[in-house]
């Protein structure tokens, strides 16, 4: 009952912002006109309009316009452009709120557990705002906390546009390329880390860990004594905004390098590691006085696992090598296009994309643009496109904006690429098709145990003959495929090394 109230009051006072930012005389001539070029024009308004209604209507939805920012396939270019310039800003909360949240986290106040604490705020958003502070041991920190009966307000907005898509889907359960669900789904994932800080903590240790060997980057230490469900503490960083290109120059730093550097943080973290942070906009990078590139603000991360940074990766050099009927097989074999699409028409519309890039020096490519393309045919083609690759695909847009911004006259991807060659000789050759079965095995031994285990939970401690039997083959039939895994190994290290 309570929640049929709040969805009415929302309800109203959606449509009441809506009318006042005169955005439907906007969709109504979307409607009507024909003309494309105009079209695009109304799309790039609506987006404009956008940009000033999220923010009116709570956090949620704000951290909705962001993720559809990163859904052109349902939006458009032209809106989702738009949204990728989001700004989240509001007013500090008072100094006062964020002393009774230290006291209900930690039971201490900021006096008894920080020797310094700035009482205004270096920024404050719509889920949480940051203080610098001095802690007992003289470490500058930064202290990230949560605004108070966020979570409700969160969980209000969320369930108002979980009713708001139920009601669309009411009139688009046809359409099967609108996802809405998909972008709900997306939304409930960043909202579990947006609003337990933990999670945010644990995000920043786990690629602090995963680049302990590399240079030219560095990862904030989390100081976990400090941190809760409300509060992040993080080591501060004394840095330059990589987006102030002028203080940048007047600090001799080589933009090139700066570049070239960015280029390799981020392939090290996706096609590396599998979990790259994905809000890497200029605001989040700063450079330090030795050239490294710091990151900070982690409360976007993605995952990517083996299998699909792999196929990003073959994809991209597919293209590059001209290899369409790969490209088409790996599309076709991962099971990514349906097996009822015709595998003649998807390569070439794969060589339409690649034919005019083809040629062209590297430093003219932008593969922000090869994944916008091919993004575009697997629509055509009813792919379902991971929403972890459309976030990819914006974090690449980003970086390269980045770079452009640093030098407009050189590709960031040309500077990396002896990088990049080198890493696509260890990972797509040979060793690369090893390591691939070894990851196929490990996965498939994994499913085979929990087949035992649920067989066993299943099955009543009286067994019979046959079932033993069952039992019996499965186990063979592991160590058969651990023995062919292992021996094919060794063969290839034997022969080929």
């Known amino acids: 009952m309570k929640s049929g109230i709040k969805n009415i009051y929302f309800l109203i006072k959606l449509i009441l912002i809506l009318l006042s930012s005169n955005i439907y005389s906007y969709l109504f001539l979307l409607c009507v006109r024909k003309d494309l070029s105009k079209k695009a024009k109304l799309k790039q308004k609506i987006g404009e309009k956008l940009l000033k209604i999220f923010p009116k209507l709570g956090p949620a939805f704000i951290k909705l316009g962001q993720v559809l920012s990163t859904r052109s396939d349902i939006i458009g270019e032209e809106v989702a452009i738009q949204l990728s310039n989001l700004q989240d800003k509001l007013p500090s909360f008072s100094i006062n709120e964020v002393k009774k949240i230290f006291k209900s986290e930690f039971g201490s106040s900021t006096e008894e557990l920080f020797k310094i604490f700035d009482v205004n705020s270096i920024a404050a958003a719509s889920i949480a705002q940051v203080h610098k502070a001095v802690t007992k041991e003289g470490d500058v920190v930064a202290v ?3 605004r108070p009966k966020i979570k409700q307000k969160y969980i209000n907005n969320l369930h108002f546009i979980q009713f708001i898509s139920s009601v669309i889907n009411i009139f688009l359960r046809n359409d099967k390329r609108i996802k809405i669900d998909e972008v709900i789904n997306t939304l409930k994932k960043a909202s579990e880390i947006e609003l337990d800080l933990r999670l945010e903590g644990a995000a920043a240790n786990k690629i602090k860990e995963n680049c302990i060997r590399d240079s030219n980057i560095y990862i904030p230490k989390v100081y976990w004594s400090l941190t809760s469900k409300n509060v992040l503490t993080l080591e501060w960083i004394d840095g330059i905004s990589i987006g102030r290109k002028e203080d940048l120059i007047k600090e001799d730093f080589n933009l090139d390098e700066l570049t070239k550097k960015l280029a390799i943080i981020f392939f090290n973290q996706a096609c590396r590691d599998g979990f790259f942070h994905a809000d890497i906009h200029p605001g989040n990078i700063l450079i ?4 490294d590139i710091a990151l900070v603000d982690f409360g976007i991360v993605c995952y990517l696992d083996y299998e699909l940074k792999t196929f990003v990766a073959e994809v991209v050099y597919g293209f590059l090598n001209k290899e369409y009927e790969k490209i088409k097989n790996l599309h076709f074999d ?6 009822d699409q015709s595998e003649y028409q998807f390569e070439l519309s794969c060589r ?17 643009k090869l994944l916008k393309h091919l993004f575009e045919v697997s629509r055509k083609f009813s792919v379902k496109i991971h929403p972890e690759l459309l976030l990819l695909h914006k974090t690449i847009l980003t970086i390269e904006g980045t770079g452009y911004v640093l030098n407009p006259k050189i590709n960031m991807w040309d500077l990396a690429s002896p990088w990049i060659k080198d890493w696509a000789k260890k990972n797509l050759g040979k060793k690369g098709t090893i390591q691939k079965i070894k990851y196929r095995q490990e996965k498939f031994v994994k499913r085979m145990k929990n087949i035992l285990y649920d067989y066993k ?3 009543n401690s009286n067994t019979s003959l046959n079932n033993n039997q069952t039992i019996f083959k499965l186990i063979i039939a592991i160590l058969i495929i651990n023995t062919l895994t292992v021996l094919i190994v060794f063969l290839y290290k034997f022969f080929i090394n």
């Open 144 to 146: 990230k906390i949560l």
């Open 352 to 368: 339409s994309i690649g034919e005019p890039i083809i040629g062209k020096s590297l430093k003219d490519m932008s593969l922000g």
């Open 334 to 339: 991962s099971g990514f296009v349906p097996s």
């Open 288 to 291: 330090m006085k030795n050239g």
């Open 457 to 459: 939970i299943n099955t």
